[in-house]
């Protein structure tokens, strides 16, 4: 594992937002939604591609609270341009589980 340094960790910009509206994505290569994440006043709202089928179905996903990397560089993923990085850790078999605040935050929020 590489260490880094503080201010490398700092220039993340880990953020919290709220699924307003999740879709089928149809065109992807592996199944995955299309997630449109409000961050807040500062930030907008974001839209990300998420390999997440195996465990969200898309009625529990709107409302849900998430933490997304907003300073990525946008991503072309089909006919959707990624802004955002939903984050998630793999389950036994490797299938994504989002990483979730467990209580009410602001938008927007850093995580730190």
């Known amino acids: 594992m590489e260490t880094i340094q503080w201010s490398d960790f700092e220039k993340i910009e880990l953020r919290v937002g709220r699924i307003i509206k999740a879709e089928v994505f149809p065109k992807a290569r592996k199944p995955a939604y299309i997630l449109h994440v409000d961050f807040g006043l500062e930030f907008g709202i974001k839209k990300s591609s998420a390999q997440i089928t195996e465990h969200y179905q898309i009625e529990s996903l709107v409302g849900k609270l998430v933490v997304g990397v ?21 389950d036994e078999n490797g299938k994504v589980v989002l990483c979730v605040p467990d209580k009410e935050v602001p938008l927007g929020s850093k995580l730190f």
């Open 70 to 90: 907003l300073n990525f560089p946008k991503k072309q993923i089909g006919p959707v341009q990624s802004e955002c990085l939903i984050t998630g850790f793999p």
